[in-house]
């Protein structure tokens, strides 16, 4: 099985056993002649009770921002307003739960939003949250605002917060997949990974000109700590000669030859793509260890570094956004709870908070194929 198929697998039994763990409480509370009848009665009036408790629900953007995150919030808004229910935007992610920076949103307040970037709502890390009394605090100032609900848009650690918060407190939060990075289980893509992609690709495409001209040797650093998503991609979409990924150890000494191999055959540049948490070093590091061995090289370092946050989101992330956003409030008032909304072989999966945290998304065994049989 493929890693996607596994994935997808895996999203599916999601779904299975949680409406298996539904149907199990149905049975336990009736004792009704017929099962089937008992339970399709049960679902059907604790999901309206379920849409009753609901009246007002609160959205937040959490971590790292990444463009789509506004899409994201209008659609969040736009589909509760849609519902009846009532939209409370917290400032600065979970420090703005803590300190009750809340402001009521309306239609109006997300016109306008779609295509920009960063986050109307601001975000942040809190450390506070990461203590009980912390998250106490955020939990009376939700029951002061009549928050019933809440949709958490980040990454895997904003997840983490949720779900314990979710725990202690009961109550409910889905979680909006949105990051750069791409690393989360669940999902093949975050929101912002798309735009954050096609940043690096025109930002290399114009670094190969100039390489080109001088004939030079540019190593590239790409945002990715832990993940390759966006080296990975990028580098195949820019016919980079190399690409360093974390997940793939980096042997210095093929790099090399390799590199002197395209100099004898007077290759006019070469461009290489490092994920910034490469195992060999980020892109300056590298560039030091193997320019001794280069010296008919030119080389330069670019660090693409922040620029790869921001800007106007794809069309993509906006309409995958807009897509998520509305599957998180239908899913709230489905009584689902504890739960990523992904993207999962262009369908909305539902992933627990419980498997985003603990499993990590893989990169593409068929991209790496590509990356390998491309970069002779
Ligand atoms: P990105 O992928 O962009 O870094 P992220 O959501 O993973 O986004 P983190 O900084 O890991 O970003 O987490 C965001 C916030 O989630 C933290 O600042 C903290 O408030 C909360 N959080 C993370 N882990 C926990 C935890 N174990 N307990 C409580 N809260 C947590």
Redesign the pocket.
């Known amino acids: 099985m493929t890693r996607d198929a596994h994935d997808a697998h895996d999203a599916h039994d999601v779904h299975d056993t949680h409406d298996t763990h539904d149907i199990h409480d149905a049975h336990d509370a009736h004792d009704a002649h017929d099962a089937h009848d008992a339970h399709d009665l049960l679902m059907k009036n604790s999901s309206i009770n379920k849409m009753k408790t609901i009246k007002r629900i609160g959205v937040l953007t ?3 921002d990444a463009p789509g995150m506004n899409a994201a919030i209008r659609s969040v808004t736009r589909a509760a307003l849609f519902n009846q229910l009532e939209v409370v935007g917290i400032l600065r ?2 420090d703005g739960l803590i300190n009750g920076k809340f402001r009521n949103l309306k239609s109006r307040d997300v016109s306008g939003i779609i295509q920009t970037g960063g986050t109307i709502l601001k975000t942040a ?2 450390e506070e ?2 203590t009980f009394d912390g998250r106490k605090k955020a939990y009376d100032h939700l029951l002061k605002e009549n928050i019933d609900a809440l949709v958490v848009i ?5 997840f ?2 949720a779900g ?1 918060f979710s725990d202690e407190f009961d109550f409910p939060i889905v979680g909006l997949p949105g ?1 750069i ?1 791409n690393d989360l289980y669940g999902t093949d893509y975050t929101i912002g990974y798309d735009t954050a992609l096609n940043t690096v690709v025109q930002a290399v495409d114009k670094i190969r000109d100039t390489a080109s001209s001088h004939n030079r040797l540019f190593f590239v650093e790409v945002m990715g700590r832990d993940a390759g998503f966006i080296a990975l991609r990028s580098g195949i979409a820019t016919g980079a000669e190399a690409i360093l990924v974390p997940e793939v150890n980096t042997n210095l000494e093929q790099l090399r030859s390799y590199l002197e191999k395209g100099n004898k055959r007077k290759k006019s540049s070469n461009i290489i793509i490092v994920a910034e948490g490469d195992d060999a070093g980020g892109a300056y590091e590298i560039a030091k260890k193997v320019k001794d061995d280069l010296s008919h090289y030119e080389i330069r370092v670019t660090v693409l570094g922040h620029i790869q946050r921001g800007g106007s989101p794809s069309a993509f992330d906006r309409v995958m956004a807009s897509k998520l956003g509305v599957a998180a409030v239908d899913a709230l008032l489905e009584g689902k709870r504890s739960i990523m909304i992904g993207f999962m072989n262009r369908e909305v999966s539902h992933v627990p908070f419980s498997k985003t945290i603990k499993y990590h998304r893989h990169l593409d065994d068929s991209l790496l194929r590509v990356a390998d049989i491309l970069t002779i």
């Open positions: 959490s971590g790292g992610g979970y890390r809190s949250f990461r980040g990454g895997d650690g904003s983490k917060g314990i990051t990075d």
